[in-house]
């Protein structure tokens, strides 16, 4: 039977192997992973030595969760080097599953070094390449695969975008341009040359090459040349390449010619109405004059512009109107005024023109934003004058002051345009606080009335009448803001509820509600918000600033976790898409497409909100999941983290947060965003930095707990492994902390005031008034100070230094404490107000009290071990005893210290909680209604309910928190 078997092994036949194997891939593509192990188990018992068998058994175990038992095999299957094509897709699909890209490169180049002449093992090698961005080796690969099949263009054009990425990633670009960049040239050029171009994909490569050379008139005659015959896939791409290329070399008579074609075929293009009105305007500054045999028409002058936008404009008369020559006019003066720097009134009258635009266009969604666009042409008088005459043009109150509703949704959309215009022009900063509210009370009842029209729309569709809510919104949060009425702001937060039962899919009431609901500590009713717009693939990292600044600050620690964790995945599995999106690229030729898709890679992998959701996690994590400093060792050994190295590169952090979605009708010299944006970046780095620093401080500082053989320099001061000693990176990391709190002392104790259609402040400012950093500090002074008495003699530690441990950290923690104790509720002027950062103190305070805990650890960890000698040498010397050294008497009365101080916040947090306060906010009277109808007051007393239970879940989570660290402090004493 044995003998049979052998034979029967050595000669199995492809078609039986992959009959056998079916079963295994049947059952791993459905899931059913446990089956597929079974299945494998089978086939082995045949064939024990069937690779491709053992490693679909390895897939099977690492989908399992049996890490380990599949590394076993997959290392094993990886020594024998492989060269089958199914064994090594299973095993590139086993290393693709625990981010082992490395590992797929080194499998292929074995495979390669046993069968070289195999076009395939080439093929995934170069691949595999693209996924670890070795753009070198790419090159070197295709380079192989060209000699190896001459005649397939493709892997020779490989060969020069692997060139082209060498030059972008090149940190010199005097080195990518004097080399990458013109040996890619060279190698074009020479199939050029030799007639051998034979896809569009080539002569694309070629015009990307000579574009990134900034080579213009190279590129030109490319696309006027017989090579242009090829660009066929883009509708108009030899014409509107050619005309930029002609805005680049400034033929601006060409460049004018070609846009007024472009122009004459689509009216509405406003791009190419900027670029033609520009190069008319550069032929009007040098006085050019056309060729008398020219058959190019030219508009040279301001006049002549203006006449072909009249031509324009009387083209769609009687027909839909283009709203592109209309604004034409208006980027004409513009860009006059630009150029001149003083107002320009000669080619029309601005006021007049915007006028005219409303008139025609005011019924539709883009009217208002078009218009904002060139509201910055008018001075301050013309403002005034377009704002008084777009109001006489919807005069809808009546001569008793009684609302006139409007009759038909065109009517409404005309009305809400020039409500918009009218605020972004500063007709609402002129109103008093009355003036507001009672205007605020019009535009609620006029979009109560206006639902009516929507009565037939999907629960999908936006309400036509939604923005009258939201301007009423924008008006009481000015007299929330601008005249401290607390209540408005619960006033605000009911209507936008009620707004939302009867716009299911508004986004704006959602974000505004988020940022309400987080403004005043109650992070409860967010999640449902936050899912309700169904935040997917990129808006993780446009729009995740919207909760993640929030949910761990307000105490939702396990809501944060499942956030953290779902924005980071995101982002792993991007890096991820990403390198298939690009191998796709390379095999179907789309070398544009490669460009784009390495520069969105970069822009996520360098996002601030990545880097910030990374070190909040890792943080969380670190404190949340550990109830022993045994746990805290285990948790940072998995982490991973190298306290030597901060892997954030914050030179090349990427702003991604997108501001404009919200709504904003304030004008901007009251609210610019951009500058207000810049500002927030700055904060969120520093407040990064002391983050990461932290994060880095805590783990070196357990990994020191850890060492145990002390005697790990060499004469040169490194480890054996070369690395600096963690003592000293330890030092180095305290040293950075301390300087940059220092230098944000500077700028970030006073809190800035961000708009709530804005950011949002980090913690850094509460972190540095509270002096929270202080207590730290000093407890890592403790560390470092313990760590010094490791390496010397055990008899000498009490003797041969003085005592400087220092016990007043549990004082400074109490003083941080009483700094921030105050109650949720509070009064002024016989008025009772929530007091939301009451709750942002508390998470501070336990977050201080957490890393306190570590750091305490971390002494308990070096200390224990020479407590044990010192013991055991004095069972053995009952005569003459050594003396334990005071060190251990200190930290122990510094223990028992912060461990009182502990229980001292737990017990305050506990009696913070609403429900031992037996507090009912909905009877405190703490607004006013807006409104009387029943249901106002069935949704204001939902919204209370609603905060109530968030502010309980936030001190109730805060509580346990601290529980976990009082058991913590509980297993450290000596």
Request: with cysteine; proline share 3%; hydrophobic share 35%.
């Amino acid at each position: 039977m044995a003998s049979r078997s052998h034979v029967d092994n050595a000669k199995v036949s492809p078609e039986v192997v992959e009959r056998r194997l079916r079963p295994i891939y049947d059952c791993l593509d459905n899931g059913n992973n446990k089956k597929a192990l079974q299945e494998a188990d089978k086939v082995l018992k045949k064939q024990k030595d069937l690779q491709c068998a053992r490693v679909l058994k390895s897939l099977a175990l690492l989908r399992l969760g049996r890490h380990d038992d599949s590394s076993v095999i997959l290392h094993d299957v990886h020594d024998q080097h492989p060269t089958d094509e199914a064994t090594l897709q299973a095993m590139a699909i086993c290393y693709r599953e625990i981010h082992k890209l490395e590992l797929i490169a080194d499998m292929y180049e074995n495979a390669h070094k046993k069968r070289p002449d195999n076009e395939e093992i080439l093929t995934a090698l170069f691949m595999a390449y693209v996924r670890l961005s070795n753009h070198k080796k790419q090159q070197q690969t295709a380079m192989t695969l060209h000699k190896l099949k001459p005649n397939k263009n493709p892997y020779y054009f490989w060969a020069i975008m692997s060139i082209v990425m060498q030059a972008h990633n090149c940190a010199d670009q005097n080195l990518a341009r004097k080399m990458f960049l013109p040996l890619a040239e060279r190698m074009t050029k020479k199939y050029v040359e030799d007639k051998k171009i034979e896809a569009e994909a080539e002569v694309q490569m070629y015009l990307i090459i000579l574009e990134l050379m900034e080579k213009w008139e190279e590129a030109l005659k490319v696309l006027e040349g017989p090579l242009s015959e090829r660009l066929v896939s883009e509708l108009n791409f030899k014409q509107t390449k050619s005309t930029e290329l002609y805005s680049k070399l400034g033929k601006w008579s060409q460049t004018n010619a070609e846009y007024r074609k472009l122009l004459c075929d689509n009216p509405n293009h406003m791009a190419w109405w900027k670029e033609y009105i520009k190069s008319a305007l550069k032929l009007s500054t040098e006085k050019w004059q056309p060729e008398k045999d020219s058959t190019d028409v030219v508009d040279n002058t301001e006049e002549k512009v203006l006449l072909f936008i009249e031509e324009s404009r009387k083209k769609s008369e009687g027909t839909r109107q283009d709203r592109g020559s209309y604004l034409a006019h208006l980027e004409l003066i513009k860009q006059i005024q630009e150029l001149d720097g003083s107002p320009c009134r000669k080619y029309g009258d601005p006021v007049e023109l915007l006028e005219n635009y409303y008139d025609l266009f005011g019924v539709c969604y883009c009217c208002f934003s078009d218009i904002r666009t060139y509201l910055e042409v008018l001075d301050s008088e013309e403002q005034i004058k377009l704002a008084e005459r777009i109001q006489a043009k919807n005069v809808l109150i009546g001569e008793d002051d009684s609302i006139i509703y409007v009759e038909n949704i065109k009517q409404m959309q005309r009305h809400l345009t020039s409500l918009q215009l009218c605020r972004c022009l500063g007709c609402h900063a002129k109103l008093s606080k009355d003036e507001k509210l009672k205007l605020a009370k019009e535009f609620v009842d006029r979009h109560k009335h206006g639902l009516q029209f929507g009565k037939e729309l999907l629960t999908t569709d936006l309400q036509y009448c939604d923005t009258y809510l939201l301007l009423a919104v924008a008006l009481m949060l000015d007299v929330w803001q601008n005249h401290g009425e607390r209540g408005v702001v619960w006033q605000i937060i009911v209507l936008l509820e009620q707004g939302l039962k009867a716009s299911p899919s508004s986004f704006q009431m959602k974000l505004l509600l988020i940022r309400l609901y987080c403004t005043m500590g109650a992070f409860g009713p967010c999640p449902a918000l936050y899912d309700g717009m169904e935040i997917k693939h990129i808006m993780n990292d446009t729009l995740g600033h919207i909760v993640s600044n929030h949910v761990g600050r307000l105490g939702h620690f396990m809501s944060a976790c499942a956030m953290y964790g779902t924005m980071l995945r995101f982002f792993t599995v991007n890096h991820k898409e990403t390198a298939e999106y690009l191998i796709a690229s390379y095999k179907y030729g789309s070398f544009t497409k490669i460009h784009e898709f390495v520069k969105f890679r970069d822009r996520l992998q360098n996002s601030l909100q990545y880097a910030s959701a990374t070190a909040e996690r890792m943080l969380l994590d670190l404190v949340l999941e550990t109830n022993s400093h045994i746990s805290t060792e285990q948790m940072v050994m998995y982490m991973e983290i190298d306290p030597a190295k901060d892997k954030t590169n914050f030179d090349e952090l990427c702003d991604n947060r997108d501001y404009s979605v919200i709504l904003n009708w304030d004008p901007r010299s009251l609210c610019d965003m951009k500058q207000i944006q810049q500002h927030s970046y700055k904060e969120e780095i520093a407040w990064l930095k002391v983050r990461n620093l932290t994060l880095r401080i805590l783990a070196a500082s357990v990994m020191l707990g850890r060492e145990i053989d002390h005697d790990h320099q060499t004469n040169n001061g490194l480890t054996k492994d070369g690395k600096k000693p963690i003592h000293l990176v330890l030092q180095d990391l305290q040293m950075q902390l301390t300087e940059h709190i220092h230098s944000c002392e500077g700028c970030y104790t006073q809190e800035f005031k961000y708009p709530i259609q804005g950011p949002f402040r980090t913690r850094l400012c509460v972190y540095l008034q509270g002096s929270f950093y202080t207590v730290f500090l000093e407890m890592l002074d403790n560390v470092v100070y313990i760590q010094s008495l490791q390496d010397m003699d055990v008899d000498n530690v009490d003797s041969a230094k003085e005592e400087k441990l220092k016990t007043s950290v549990p004082k400074m923690l109490t003083e941080v404490f009483e700094k921030h104790r105050c109650s949720l509720l509070a009064d002024n002027d016989d008025k009772k107000f929530i007091n939301p950062s009451v709750i942002e103190n508390m998470v501070l305070v336990a977050e201080t009290v957490s890393h306190l805990c570590v750091l305490l650890g971390v002494c308990y960890r070096m200390l224990k071990p020479v407590k044990t000698v010192l013991s055991k040498r004095n069972k053995k010397k009952k005569s003459n005893t050594i003396p334990m050294p005071c060190t251990f008497e200190n930290y122990n009365f510094l223990l028992k210290e912060v461990e009182a101080v502990c229980q001292g916040i737990h017990k305050a947090v506990t009696e913070l909680d609403p429900v031992f306060l037996s507090l009912d906010l909905s009877s405190l009277k703490l607004s006013q209604p807006f409104a009387e109808d029943e249901e106002y007051a069935d949704i204001e007393r939902e919204m209370w309910k609603n905060i109530e239970t968030s502010y309980q879940q936030s001190f109730v989570e805060v509580t346990e928190f601290l529980h976990k660290k009082l058991q913590y402090l509980g297993g450290i004493h000596l």
